[in-house]
């Protein structure tokens, strides 16, 4: 009898593919949502999620926002929007991670399940915030 083979390691599943905003779309009207949308590789595990990044290609030492979901697509908080009033370039990826755990302020803990895709970007208007409007006293009939 000769040796026996050695089993290898099944391969990390593959990043999703991105759909859209396709690669240099531009997202110009301000009203507008985001919906970021890409191509599952494989049926999530029950412990699985998809993990999207997003951040300020133009600025690299901006932090990415993070967000979670089990959908295939993701709609953008609009507080990622760009806080300044100019046409940012944004960086996306979307990859799949395992919930293993819980923190003690009550949110998951997280390890990546397989690779990320590849990174796209659009083009998005950004927008100088308007303060919030305080309310106006109502006049009411004096008895």
Avoid: C
């Amino acid at each position: 009898a000769g040796p026996s083979p050695t089993p290898s390691l099944t391969p990390a599943p593959g990043g999703p593919s991105l759909l859209y905003p396709v690669n240099d779309a531009v997202i110009d009207q301000l009203d507008a949502p985001v919906v970021l949308q890409w191509a599952a590789e494989k049926d999530l595990a029950a412990n699985e999620w998809y993990m999207i990044e997003m951040r300020d290609a133009d600025n690299r030492d901006s932090l990415p926002h993070r967000g979670f979901t089990r959908d295939p697509s993701f709609r953008v908080p609009v507080d990622w929007r760009p806080q300044l009033d100019e046409m940012r370039r944004m960086q996306w990826t979307v990859s799949i991670v395992h919930e293993t755990g819980r923190r003690s302020d009550g949110g998951f803990i997280y390890t990546f399940g397989g690779l990320s895709s590849p990174p796209s970007y659009f083009y998005w208007q950004g927008a100088v915030p308007t303060a919030t409007p305080r309310p106006t006293l109502t006049p009411t009939p004096v008895p």
